[in-house]
């Protein structure tokens, strides 16, 4: 498990992660919608731009126990929007003081990467019977 920095000074480092994961979470703070926007305007574009669709995305609010009815904060339903606008395979939201919630996530995360390795295996046992 790999947590990447979002300043630009660490671009060069991050894109190794990229290559060596077989899930990528996404996550942003259901309780600042800058964070949101960035996942479409930033994260995503820079993850396909290294990865393409290979790997699967599973896409986090963190902090929804912030969340108030302002308009800074993120609904559940802007969440599953863009889960499904981005392509990601799941979408999860947590907090902090919800450890079910958490633990949720990190079985989602097991179990898509577990899907991907195998879909993975697959791929190679095809081409090698060529």
Request: hydrophobic residues 40%; glycine residues 4%.
């Amino acid at each position: 498990m790999y947590d990447t920095a979002g300043q630009q000074d660490y671009e060069g480092l991050r894109v190794f992660t990229y290559a060596q994961s077989d899930v990528i979470v996404v996550c942003f703070s259901a309780a600042d919608r800058d964070s949101f926007k960035n996942v479409s305007d930033f994260w995503v574009r820079e993850i396909r731009s290294y990865v393409g669709k290979d790997r699967p995305i599973v896409l986090v609010a963190t902090q929804t126990d912030l969340r108030t009815n302002d308009a800074t904060c993120v609904s559940h339903q802007e969440g599953v929007n863009l889960a499904n606008k981005i392509d990601a395979k799941v979408y999860v939201e947590t907090a902090a003081n919800d450890t079910a919630s958490v633990e949720k996530l990190f079985q989602e995360v097991v179990l898509k990467s577990i899907r991907q390795k195998k879909s993975r295996s697959r791929f190679l046992i095809k081409l090698l019977k060529r």
